[in-house]
């Protein structure tokens, strides 16, 4: 069984840099086709993706976040690592990892964590 | 980026409805497009992969259609638990985009 969930702060600062954990079992982050992902959701709003990191360890990363994110990984610890710097009230938002797939015709997130809620603010 | 553009934004519908919802990508994705739904205070949950692959425990009123740049989800018969939000994803090029979602209510 695959699970996922989100470790971080609750209140983070505007200017600061924000760091979230995405722990995981039931798969390897090494074994071809898998990747983890970060999603951002804020309030009463859309899914944003914010990044992905493949087994490969190829990174991609949201066109207009690229500047501010970085995603890491730790497979000794089964962990991915989002940063995303100078944060500011507007990125007040509940972050999900999730679990990617890789098949011939695309991928997609399955499952997800519960998501953990921040919120900029001074 | 590819946009998604979701239609509606919000529906609302009655138990036992079929409901089509549908999504557009500026341009060509193939079949590359995912369906979730989310439930009030829920992560998202996958149901269609692939433009129309069912993901597994997914009841089969739920279906996905469409290639190039149209995308449909359809429930045959809604049931109470479905009234959620749906997003579509292209997984076609990254930035792996999401649209905007489509809000189902009970009529």
């Known amino acids: 069984q695959i699970t996922l969930k989100e470790f971080g702060p609750t209140l983070v600062k505007p200017t600061q840099t924000l760091t979230l954990t995405c722990t995981f079992s039931?798969?390897?982050?090494?074994?071809?086709?898998?990747?983890v992902g970060w999603i951002r959701q804020p309030p009463g709003k859309a899914l944003e993706w914010l990044a992905l990191?493949?087994?490969?360890?190829?990174?991609r990363y949201s066109s207009s976040l690229k500047r501010r994110l970085t995603i890491t990984r730790d497979n000794s610890k089964n962990q991915v690592v989002l940063t995303m710097t100078n944060m500011d009230p507007v990125d007040t938002a509940t972050y999900y990892c999730?679990?990617?797939?890789?098949?011939?015709?695309?991928?997609?997130?399955?499952?997800w964590g519960h998501g953990t809620l921040v919120t900029v603010s001074s | 980026d590819i946009q998604m553009t979701q239609s509606p934004s919000s529906l609302s519908a009655s138990v036992g409805d079929r409901v089509t919802i549908t999504c557009r990508a500026s341009?060509?994705?193939?079949?590359?497009l995912n369906w979730y739904q989310q439930r009030p205070g829920k992560a998202p949950k996958l149901l269609i992969y692939?433009?129309?692959s069912l993901q597994t425990g997914v009841p089969s009123r739920f279906s996905g259609s469409g290639s190039g740049t149209d995308f449909t989800l359809t429930i045959s018969s809604l049931q109470p638990e479905d009234f959620a939000t749906y997003y579509c994803?292209?997984?076609?090029?990254?930035?792996?985009?999401f649209g905007q979602g489509t809000k189902l209510e009970i009529k």
């Open positions: 341009q060509t994705i193939s079949n590359s």
């Open positions: 990191i493949y087994w490969d360890d190829d990174k």
């Open positions: 039931g798969f390897s982050l090494s074994t071809s086709g898998v990747g």
């Open positions: 692939v433009a129309s």
């Open positions: 994803q292209q997984s076609y090029t990254s930035p792996y985009t």
């Open positions: 999730a679990h990617s797939w890789f098949g011939k015709q695309g991928n997609w997130f399955d499952p």
